[in-house]
């Protein structure tokens, strides 16, 4: 894919813009999940000036607390892409939404049904993985989890669930998942290739940033959008300056009101001068 045009928005002496959220892995962490110096520096500049920074990603609540200093910048973190709201400074939840055990149960069934599929759940009290999706993934994960039977990833309420096969891409899967009627009863999305994401009916990044962004007291028409992958769309729908980061999804392209270079060239930090947010 080439790479897109950069377009740099126009400076204006006072930023119009009250509130800024992003993705995560691929829009402010590089591979490894690495943060640059300057997209740190500029969340710290972000909250010296009252401007609130939320995270909208697919990670656990582990997995933002695992970045550190950047998770200390954060007024917000919409988790399990818009399952579960918090506040990373002072560990505060502010809504979650479930997957009941019988949802589960059937999500267990559909993969049982497909050979060469793996099935992860992230229960309320633990991220479950399956043999055959660990295997799916290549590696451990970095958090907290635990290793569990196909039989026994249901005994838990789950901010959602997430399927891998080993021939069979996202949106295959989500065409096989539509079929089952699981579109009817979730919410199915990928933000990472080849692995669909299911959470509960009406559970999207966007609807979690809206409700971070109304606990907040600002107006999504007021707020500066960051993202790469389709989770995002729902994002940028919703906010008045969306910014896809790099080499995003050509979806993501299409629907962005401006371009900015890729997390190892410091986009983020660099679109958000441009805008007047940090110096």
Known sequence: MASPAIVAPQRTAESPWRAVVTGLDGAVLAPGATITPATLNAAAQLRHRGVPLLAATARTRHGVLRLDAFARHLAVAVCHNGALGWVPQSG??????????????????????????????????????????????????????????????????????????????????????????????????????????????????????????????????????????????SVFALVGHSVAVGRAHPAVLAAATAHTPEVTADGFARHLAALGLIA
């Open 92 to 233: 505060r939840t502010l809504w979650r939404r479930t997957l009941p055990v019988g949802e589960l149960r059937d999500l267990a069934a559909f993969v049982r049904a497909l050979p060469g599929a793996g099935l992860a759940v992230f229960g309320v009290r633990s991220w479950d993985i399956t043999p055959e999706y660990l295997a799916l993934r290549g590696r451990a994960p970095a958090e907290p989890w635990r290793a569990a039977a196909l039989g026994d990833v249901t005994d838990q309420p789950a901010y959602g669930a997430a399927i891998r096969h080993g021939s069979l891409g996202a949106d295959e899967l989500i065409d096989r998942l539509t079929a089952a009627g699981f579109a009817a009863r979730t919410s199915l999305s990928w933000s990472t290739p080849g692995v669909v994401d299911v959470a509960a009916p009406g559970v999207d990044r966007g609807a979690g940033v809206a409700r971070a962004l109304d606990w907040l007291g600002v107006p999504p028409g007021r707020t500066v959008a960051f993202g790469g992958v389709p989770t995002d769309l």
